[in-house]
């Protein structure tokens, strides 16, 4: 089976945005993006002529990681016509989003692949994603 057959919806997905590129054979039937709200974490930061704290650090992340999860959570719920899933990107992100995917039970069973990828423009995304459809599913 390839998604020459299927409605595929591919998700390329870092920390700051995510884009679904939804298609079917070789046409797009349509590219949506979505912008996170998950905080930028600058390691090593000297806020006030202070280093942060380890406590401040692990609230820090536990706060980052209640985002990804909302953030996750939301792109979760624009799959739910797709009848395959790839996700892809150059971050951690991608693994969230298949965790997420994977806790939702109607959608666990169309994640078909988690890839690493580069940063990529959005001409660049949907390129990729005429080349990955056009090629038989493993």
């Not at 997905?13 to 912008?35: C, N, Q, T, Y």
């Not at 905080?39 to 006030?48: A, L, P, V």
């Not at 797709?82 to 298949?98: H, Q």
């Amino acid at each position: 089976t390839s998604c020459e057959y299927h409605a595929c919806a591919r998700i390329w997905i870092d920390h700051s945005h995510a884009f679904i590129i939804k298609g079917k054979g070789h046409d797009i039937l349509g590219v949506e993006r979505m912008d996170s709200e998950v905080q930028t974490y600058h390691r090593g930061s000297n806020e006030g002529g202070e280093h942060k704290t380890v406590p401040e650090d692990k609230e820090h992340n536990a706060k980052r990681h209640q985002q990804m999860m909302k953030f996750c959570q939301a792109i979760c719920g624009r799959l739910q016509d797709s009848e395959r899933i790839v996700v892809f990107g150059p971050s951690t992100a991608k693994f969230d989003l298949k965790h997420c995917v994977e806790q939702h039970k109607p959608l666990s069973k169309k994640l078909w692949a988690v890839e690493k990828a580069d940063k990529m423009t959005e001409p660049e995304m949907k390129a990729y994603l005429v080349k990955c459809m056009a090629l038989p599913a493993v």
